[in-house]
């Protein structure tokens, strides 16, 4: 009996739910694609009153009603629904569905020939899909990136609200330098015109958040305080209650708690009357509302007396009763189905925590094996370059610089398996930095001069004149491909030539796609090896076990997609071998060949290096010995302390040039160390020295609050070493000057 009155309930609710459907849908049809686009308007404004639910209803039939327009007002129409759809599922946090209705959309307003505005908005809500819904800021970056630079039909307006909207991912992905650019930019035009109201305010807000970031908290105050008395000037409310919320939690943050306390009581005032707006917004919408239903009735009316709609109505009830009593056919084996799904969600779950934990496990082991593994390495390589230096004698100087030789070999077989690690676990990304590209290929070619002279080689440079010298890119991880390649091409080539092949630049705007070639006539690679010479511990002769252990070609493989380019080969057994890749860089135009130069040589050397003090902090007696004998090598005077609390106490009651600090100590550690330092003294330089190689590790040495000026990793090769000290000692007054 039950099951009998639920179907009743059932078919009832079935058949007036679709003949509203059906009327409402007669009430879309007689309007015109201006009457379309102000209902998809007044939708979006009342989303809140109309409920979402309602909202959806009410775009999807306006995008059927839209194929009875021309090609222009369909895509329109469909363009812009699509749009909406997409920023309904975003605030129900259902990033996925959005993401796709928004390339629906996009799809429809490439069909367009003008609307450029609901261009860069489905632009712009796909970017904070990828930003906000997926964690991808380099995607969103891309996308906001790809409109603004090939939207050469956009007037300054459109154009200045992209660049506002890259400047708040530029904030979110920490290029404060590029931000800082683009909200200047959109200050000057969005300040010239009443019209921009509310992109100043948004400009003012970002310009608030810049300066908070980099602690300059007298701008960022001004800045809120700027934006807050345009949104109350103009009544916009809601955006004064962002301001607010931001503002309080500025002062909260510095300790104005008074003043944090006003802003909170205007924050409060502003959501009452934002409410109150609001209310009387629904009231209007509403009385909209009462006129459309009585439209509505005189549509149910006509409804009722035609036959046709009457027959349809029948037809679909029948399929209705069909699907009921398929329902409750399969109702149990859902039920049984949704069981299973259950006990299927608690097994991932499980999986999900044993992985999660599993991860936490690896990352840790990583960091404790870099540190264990590197810190007596340091002293080993440390101690032989010492003695390298003090024996002179042939036959202990060459055991000695065996010894070395074996230490540093060691070292790279370390640095390998942890870079391979490194890559699986993501923990590696690109950096952006201008550089020379045609220096690093001298230095690259002059580097492995000796290396291919000791096996009979000829190394050749050949640079494309067309290339531009200044680029943005990683020129830690370039060097890192070229020198692994040649390295290779030089392990299996004797009495041969090698050819490192910068060539075929493809410039587009500010952009150059340049082609690396590292090609050799040694022995070649047997075409059923070629498919595997870059997978995780694989060579291509099972003999050439003793060269190393195979991660070098699989690291460059890694480090090439990184770039975003793929890496391949030629070769024949015999007739040599050549890898070559592809990689897009920016140019980086403000630069002049001057200053190009110039920053080649970034730091003057110092000639009077006995001047100076230098304190070191480190717990390992070794580490001592080699750092102060290293030091003294140069001339430089320096002093021991075994922990950070002791580092503490002697930088107060002496003067330092220039403090080496270890990270990891007893008693204080040299994070904490440095941090209690800076509260005195803000001026001298000191540089992180770290074995651990983690990514966290080196974030929190870069962070603006670590107090840190530089870092290096141990065990570190002397020029590198004193190429640092130098650069910060001269970043103070010199006393040599």
Known sequence: MKNIRFSKYLLCFLFFNLLYSIVYANQYEEMSFSDLKTTIIDTENHLNSIGRANSVMIIETIIDVSEKLSPQQKYYLKGYSYNL?????????????????????????????????????????????????????????????????????????YKHILELNLANIYLKTRNYR?????????????????????????????????????????????????????????????????????YENLLIKIGRQDKAYTILKKYTKHHETALETEKLETNQFKEKLVVSNKNNTIQTQKAKQSQTISIFTLSLLLLCLILFCFFIYNHRKTKVLGESLVIKNKELKISKEKSDRLAAVKTKFISTVSHELRTPLYGVVGLSSILMERIKDEENHKFIKLMKFSADHLLNLINDVLQVTKMESYEISLDTSSYNIKSLADDIKNSFEYQADKNGNTLHLNFDPNIPNSLIGDQVRLSQIL??????????????????NFINPVITNNN????????????????????????????????????????????????????GGDIK???????????????????????????????????????????????????????????????????????????????????????YDLILMDLNMPNMGGMESTKNIREFNYDIPIIALTASDTNDTVQAILHPDSGFNDFLRKPYKNEEFFHKIETNLNRTISKAS
């Open 178 to 246: 590029k931000a800082y650019k683009l909200l200047d930019k959109c200050q000057e035009y969005f300040s010239k015109d009443s019209q921009h109201i509310g992109k100043l305010l948004m400009t003012y807000t970002s310009f608030g958040e810049y300066y908070k970031i980099h602690k300059n908290y007298n701008s960022a105050i001004k800045y809120f305080e700027m934006a807050a008395s345009l949104a109350e000037q103009n009544q916009m409310f809601r955006q004064a209650m962002t301001v607010y919320r931001k």
């Open 85 to 157: 759809l997409g920023k309904i599922h975003f605030l129900n946090k259902d990033f996925k569905e959005a993401l796709k209705e928004y390339k629906i959309a996009e799809l429809f307003i490439k069909e367009l020939k003008s609307y450029p505005e609901l261009m860069i908005d489905v632009n712009n809500n796909i970017a904070l899909v990828y930003l906000e819904g997926f964690n991808m800021p380099g995607r969103a970056l891309k996308r906001i990136k790809h409109i603004y630079e090939n939207s050469e039909d956009l007037n300054k307006h």
């Open 569 to 655: 080969i030629k070769s024949s057994p015999g007739e040599g071998a050549t890898f070559y890749f592809t990689i897009p860089f920016e140019i980086d135009s403000s630069i002049q060949e001057k200053n190009q130069i110039n920053n080649a040589q970034d730091y003057i050397p110092l000639l009077n290096e006995k001047d100076y003090k230098i304190l070191i902090v480190e717990d390992n007696k070794i580490n001592q010995i080699v750092t102060k004998n290293v030091l003294k090598t140069k001339g430089y005077n320096s002093e021991i302390a075994d922990d950070g609390l002791i580092a503490i106490e002697m930088v107060k009651k002496n003067e």
């Open 483 to 500: 020198i692994n390649l040649i390295s290779n091409a030089n392990k299996f080539t004797k009495n041969g030539n090698i050819w490192l």
């Open 512 to 563: 150059v796609t340049i082609t690396f070639e590292i090609k050799d006539d040694g022995r070649g690679i047997p075409f059923d090896k070629q498919e595997i010479i870059f997978d995780k511990f694989s060579q291509a002769d099972s003999k050439d076990h003793t060269t190393g252990t195979g991660l070098g070609l699989h690291i460059v493989k890694n480090l090439v997609n990184l770039h």
